[in-house]
């Protein structure tokens, strides 16, 4: 096939405090022919990313920068990317991730639009790592926003991937070079639980099983579409960076909020080691929690208003709920 009816693909790669991991990998994305441009997206590293690069950098590495964010948010920073893309392919890599080879992937992808291609960790390669249709991953809301930590957001995007009629095939590790990462530094840039209501409960928030077990049962409370993904507002300035755009995604924020201290308290109240979060949302127990407390962002504006005033009565009974299953809470400011 030739290369010039090939789709276009850009890299996107979510990066906070992994520089050294980055410069070692930009160089194989940036001699690949089929790589058409890279965004880096700098999730308020302690050193700004396009700093470190410097100014006479490849130009066709493009850094947003997302400052106000002080919990690391996956899923969030692969929106920013996806967002400023214009490419007909986006190659989702961690910055520890190196490209041997993808043309065989793009030449299959350019043939059968209703595929997508993904890693996996029981073959040997990053289970994040993903070639998807730009216009299909935007349509179903791009990643999870409101998740934090490791683990959840890829499994979550790959559902909703194939529940939008597409088709997962897989990588080769051979065609990718990744450095290991050890499980228990996975949650280093996440400290602390995402929660106003409970304690920060560092003791769970550092264990990737357990942020995993949270993220799972977020996605059920909090599902992520069109509707409730975050928009964006980018600044045309290199290396300035993206910022939430105002309006509904006040009201966005305000329900993924609520939603995520829901998940926090089925999570905290029910995780047992070794225990899938599948197992706990079948209990009928948690299925009505879920049923009654979580909220769902309507279509109609007047709906909306009306939900935001019932803000502050659903948040007391959720928290009601909370005590009744134990769980210490901190009180409101």
Known sequence: MSSRALPTVDVVTPCRNRLANLRASL??????????????????????????????RDPRITVLRVDDEPLWRQGRAQNVGLQASDADLILKL????????????????????????????????????CLVPRLVAR??????????????????????????????????AADFAEVPQRMATKNTEAPRLDTAWLPPHPDLA????????????????????????????FDPAEGS???LKKGRNRMR?????????????????????????WDVLRQPWVQ????????????????ELALAAQLTERSKSLRSFAANLGIELLPLE
């Open 253 to 277: 924020m305000l329900l993924g909020r609520h939603n995520t201290e829901l998940a926090n308290i089925l999570a905290v109240h029910s995780y047992v080691p070794g225990d899938s979060h």
């Open 206 to 233: 550092r264990q990737p099983q357990f942020t995993a077990y949270r993220n799972g049962i977020l996605a059920r409370v909090q599902r992520q579409h069109r509707l409730t993904a975050l928009r964006w507002r």
């Open 94 to 129: 961690d910055a520890d991730i190196a490209i041997v080879d993808i043309s065989a992937y793009v030449e299959a992808m350019a043939l059968n639009p209703q595929l997508f291609l993904r890693g996996c960790s029981q073959r040997g390669s990053s289970s994040g790592l």
């Open 241 to 243: 960076g993206a910022t």
């Open 139 to 172: 349509r179903i809301g791009g990643y999870h926003d409101q998740m934090s930590g490791w683990g959840g957001d890829d499994v979550d995007f790959y559902r909703r991937l194939c529940r939008a009629g597409l088709n997962s095939g897989f990588v080769k």
């Open 27 to 56: 160089p194989s994305w940036l001699s690949h022919p089929l790589v058409r441009r890279i965004l880096v997206v700098d999730f308020q590293s302690d050193l700004p990313v396009a700093e470190a690069l410097g100014r006479n």
């Open 288 to 303: 009505k929690a879920i049923q009654q407390h979580r909220l769902v962002l309507p279509r109609q504006r007047d709906m």
